[in-house]
């Protein structure tokens, strides 16, 4: 997730997440398919003023060819663009070293201010400086295994 804090600058123009929380434990929480919910989510956090200008949302697949899925939200355009990532990505310049193959490979946050980049980072660091971002957060989100109890 990133967000541009540049316009944000004022300490009084936080958001508040409250209308947030309080729609995740009503309407949200009964929302059934992910995409829809997730979007919702987006929609709401926008307009609550939180600083979020970008959200790619991906979920790793047990498919042989399709690592994972995601979903890329703009809120230049309110909108949410599906794609798949074919297992070979992961032996490109394009995912070697990148962050996200640092949030799978440690499962840890990786967090990046990016209007004071180091000069060797990652491409997908200076495409979203280039594009005006300047904070790069990613966050993993762990889903429980249920197994059964024998």
Known sequence: MTDNTAQHPNPDSRWSPRPLIDWLFSEGRMIGND??????????????????????VTILTLNPEIVATSNLWLKSTGKMHYFEAERRIRETDRYIGSPLQRLFDTEKRVRQRLDHLPEDSHLAYTELADDGFTDYLALPVMFAEVSEQR
């Open 35 to 56: 995409t829809d919910f997730v979007l919702q989510f987006l929609r709401r956090l926008s307009t609550s003023g939180a600083p979020v200008e970008r959200v790619l």
